[in-house]
């Protein structure tokens, strides 16, 4: 995966969900330090990820976060991380580590299950804008 920058943190989201959407211009908003890059899940490149890593992409309803040559994260683990390396206030999201991953992750799936109905579903990923196109891949 060589086309992948080094010093970023990758974070593979639904393109066509609203609730990710949404949640990709929050992270935006708050990565001062410039750490995350971001790519679809339906993308190309997406795909190339997923299978460079292993996870089948077969029902694919989570956020990964993925640090190239180091490790990937899944559902939970992924937001929590997420959360950890935005720093400030939203490290204190680090807390619900002391929940077990199997349980975080019943609330992810119920909250995935239900996003499309909750906050709608685009027919096509979102395009970013021209002051955003450099944290997309």
Not at 122 to 128: A, F, G, Q
């Amino acid at each position: 995966m060589s086309e992948l920058p080094k010093n970023k943190k990758i974070i593979l989201f639904d393109g066509v969900c609203n609730l990710c959407e949404s949640s990709v211009q929050f992270v935006i908003q708050h990565d001062k330090k410039d750490v995350f890059r971001f790519v679809a899940l339906q993308s190309e490149l997406g795909q190339k990820i997923i299978h460079h890593i292993g996870i089948q992409d077969k029902n694919i309803d989570s956020v990964i976060l993925y640090e190239p040559g180091v490790a990937y994260y899944y559902k939970s683990s992924a937001a929590l991380q997420i959360a950890k390396n935005l720093g400030g206030f939203f490290h204190f999201g680090t807390f619900f580590k002391i929940i077990p991953t199997g349980l975080r992750n019943v609330l992810y799936d119920y909250i995935a299950k239900n996003r499309y109905g909750w906050y709608g579903k685009k027919s096509s990923c979102m395009i970013p804008t021209e002051e955003l196109k450099a944290k997309f891949l």
